[in-house]
């Protein structure tokens, strides 16, 4: 069942379009990823989906209802989150109360998402009463991610999750994002480690000026030769 659905978007920033035509779709359960060189279109994508972008042609539906426009705390309150590449914690906050930032929209006992975010990631409930901004670059990524869950969301977008990170602390990051699969939440993800990505993902999508290049399965992606030589490096 089709959770996310962008058809033939258009949009960008002032006068100017970056996103011209572009179409994808999340089902109920997947990673789906995008790829692409830098300029072409892929984090505004995510933008316009939540919100942060003005959309002036085309539509996106979120479970069935028309979400393009909306304003991300509307979108947020229908169970999508958006997590972006750079400053995504509160600095000067703890872990735990960066957490619970991330339940302010609610107004019942969320001590149920707290726990299962430390039981997904266990370093953060050491680290529960430190200021987010001590932490390493992978543990901000973490902490960001486990915020968006503490709205039990659908579905959560990522925006360059790995981009800065060292090799070992990007597979921690893949491992994360397979443990929140696992619980049954979507992910729409950008992402500059493109095997890794599509190694993962259910479903592939390769932009290039705006536009969708290629849509196929991760592991078709990967043995597609064009996709290979032009955007994974050989």
């Not at 999340?26 to 972008?53: R, W």
């Not at 019942?108 to 680290?127: G, H, I, N």
């Amino acid at each position: 069942m089709s959770l996310l659905e962008v058809e033939q978007i258009r949009g960008g920033y002032g006068d100017v379009d970056i996103l011209n035509g572009v179409d994808l779709h999340v089902d109920q359960g997947e990673i789906v990823v995008i790829i692409g060189p830098n300029g072409a279109g892929k984090s505004t994508v995510m933008k316009a989906i939540f919100g942060l972008v003005k959309v002036r042609e085309g539509g996106i539906r979120f479970q069935n209802s028309g979400i393009a426009n909306l304003r991300p705390d509307q979108i947020v309150r229908r169970g999508l989150c958006y997590v972006p590449q750079e400053k995504n914690v509160f600095p000067t906050l703890t872990v735990e109360e960066n957490l619970e930032m991330g339940a302010f929209i609610r107004n019942d006992d969320f001590s149920r998402e707290l726990e299962r975010v430390y039981e997904l990631f266990p370093a953060m409930y050491e680290k529960r009463r430190q200021p987010a901004g001590a932490l390493s670059g992978g543990q901000r990524q973490m902490v960001a991610m486990g915020r968006a869950l503490m709205l039990d969301p659908q579905l959560i977008l990522l925006d360059e999750p790995t981009a800065g990170l060292a090799p070992q602390i990007v597979e921690l990051i893949f491992e994360n994002i397979r443990k929140i699969n696992d619980i049954g939440v979507s992910l729409l993800m950008v992402e500059q480690n493109a095997k890794a990505a599509l190694r993962m993902s259910h479903r592939g999508y390769v932009l290039t000026t705006g536009r969708n290049r290629h849509t196929d399965t991760g592991e078709n992606l990967l043995n597609n030769r064009e996709v290979a030589e032009m955007f994974l490096g050989g």
